[in-house]
């Protein structure tokens, strides 16, 4: 019998794609995408809006995944650090947000930590109707511990990538499921 119970988890998942040179002509292969553990993308975060969380219950502000790309520094989309509700787009201050690593569960605090975000660097050519330059780095307020099991940075590559890699993406997400 199924209960179209939304059972309201959020997992990290990952799927493949093709690394095309433009954007817009990504790939991606016909197998649902699989969950994974925090272990396996513990560079993964969740960039929240307190005032959702707040309405809607922990959790429930995730607007955007992030990564860990040092102990103080969250790498994120710019798109997801503008207030798309105002007729003109603006740009959200860091005090909206809270940052949450550690777990591939968004509605289950265990194992996470929380940060506020002290400052926001949208890339300043960041273009709001074509999506060019979407990237954003946010300074936390603190340090996250590497001495912590399920955070850490991300290993960065320091060569260029050839087209057609085939690479793993990780999101975090929310989705409904049948029992
Ligand atoms: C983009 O996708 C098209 C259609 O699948 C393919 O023919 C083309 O080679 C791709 N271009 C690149 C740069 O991968
Ligand atoms: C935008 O406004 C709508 C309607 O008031 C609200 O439901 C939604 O949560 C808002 N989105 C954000 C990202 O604040
Ligand atoms: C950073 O923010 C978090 C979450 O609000 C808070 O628990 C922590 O005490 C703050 N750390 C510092 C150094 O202010
Ligand atoms: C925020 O970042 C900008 C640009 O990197 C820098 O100029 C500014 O001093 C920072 N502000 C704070 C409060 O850290
Ligand atoms: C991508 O993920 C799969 C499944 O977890 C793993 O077997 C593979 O090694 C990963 N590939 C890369 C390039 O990380």
Redo the contacts with the bound molecule.
């Keep these: 019998m199924f209960n179209n119970l939304p059972i309201s988890l959020l997992r990290v998942l990952i799927i493949w794609c093709l690394i095309a040179g433009n954007e817009g002509n990504q790939t991606y292969d016909e197998e649902p995408d699989p969950e994974i553990s925090i272990n396996d993308a513990k560079y993964q975060a969740s960039l929240r809006l307190v005032s959702l969380e707040k309405t809607n219950g922990y959790g429930h502000g995730h607007i955007c995944a992030g990564t860990i790309i040092s102990q103080r520094v969250i790498l994120t989309a710019a798109h997801c650090v503008i207030d798309v509700n105002h007729t003109s787009p603006s740009d959200r201050k860091p005090e909206e947000f809270v940052i949450v690593v550690g777990s591939a569960n968004l509605y289950d605090k265990a194992n996470t930590l929380q940060y506020k975000v002290?400052?926001i660097?949208k890339h300043k050519s960041f273009d709001w109707e074509t999506y060019y330059n979407d990237i954003t780095l946010l300074?936390l307020n603190d340090s996250i511990p590497w001495t912590w099991p399920t955070a850490e940075a991300v290993s960065l590559n320091s060569e260029l990538v050839p087209e057609q890699t085939m690479c793993n993406v990780t999101d975090l997400y929310s989705r409904r499921t049948c029992s």
Excluded: S
């Design positions: 002290q400052n660097t300074y």
